[in-house]
């Protein structure tokens, strides 16, 4: 199985900052990863996939880069909505793996 | 507009079954391959059974966690896909999602969850 390694687990954070979060995988995956938003109570939001495509409607303060084994989800300008858990996921082969989970939290 | 609507979560004691279903509108169902994923309390989420479209012959594939213990299936003319648990442990107490592969590497539609509770 292939393993995603997801830090920091934890990140405090203001509005207006700039956040990345990185996603190291146990093996190539190509560019099959994708990037999750999740609030309490809510299901999960797909974000970006393809390492760096922006799903439709999701605001371009969220871009994505990598390859390989290694990838990065940034957050320009963080704003109040955004504080939740990012989940990264590889889609290369099964089973589809999830990364640990990072945690947003307002300084 | 795209929907996914679970059902059929709930409290089971361990060792026994619960059976989830989702309803699916406004997409062609046989032409996406559909997933289950949990959420653990306090935990992340995980993958547990994926059903391949139709081009794939509905091909079933399991999480190690679950597998011979969980059996998803679908129905196409029903536009529904299910998700049957035997043998529950304590360690599926979870929320679970019905989810639609986008078919371009990621996972775009998510039901709002059905939550299974296995407790004596």
């Known amino acids: 199985d292939i393993q995603l390694t997801q830090f920091p687990s934890f990140l405090s954070a203001s509005v207006g900052d700039r956040v990345a979060v990185t996603c190291r995988a146990s093996?190539?995956?190509?560019?099959?990863l994708a990037w999750y938003q999740h609030k309490p109570g809510k299901a999960p939001k797909l974000l970006i996939y393809?390492?760096?495509t922006l799903q439709s409607g999701v605001p371009s303060r969220f871009s994505g880069s990598g390859s390989g084994t290694e990838f990065t989800l940034t957050i320009n300008s963080l704003q109040p909505e955004d504080f939740a858990t990012y989940y990264c996921?590889?889609?290369?082969?099964?089973?589809?793996?999830f990364g640990g989970g990072t945690k947003v939290e307002i300084k | 507009e795209v929907q996914l609507v679970e059902s059929g979560g709930g409290l089971v004691q361990p060792g026994g079954s619960l059976r989830l279903s989702c309803v699916v509108s406004?997409?062609?169902?046989?032409?996406?391959?559909m997933d289950w994923v949990r959420q653990a309390p306090g935990k992340g989420l995980e993958c547990v059974a994926r059903?391949?479209?139709?081009?794939?012959?509905?091909?079933?594939e399991y999480a190690a966690s679950v597998k011979g213990r969980f059996i998803i299936s679908r129905d196409d003319s029903r536009n529904s896909l299910f998700l049957q648990m035997n043998s529950l442990k304590t360690e599926d107490t979870a929320v679970y999602y019905c989810?639609?592969?986008?078919?371009?590497?990621?996972?775009?539609?998510w039901g709002q969850g059905a939550p299974v509770f296995v407790s004596s």
């Open positions: 989810v639609r592969d986008s078919m371009m590497y990621s996972f775009d539609y």
């Open positions: 406004g997409f062609t169902f046989s032409d996406h391959h």
């Open positions: 059903s391949l479209n139709r081009g794939k012959s509905y091909t079933a």
């Open positions: 093996q190539g995956i190509s560019r099959h």
């Open positions: 393809e390492t760096s």
């Open positions: 996921q590889q889609i290369y082969s099964y089973p589809l793996t």
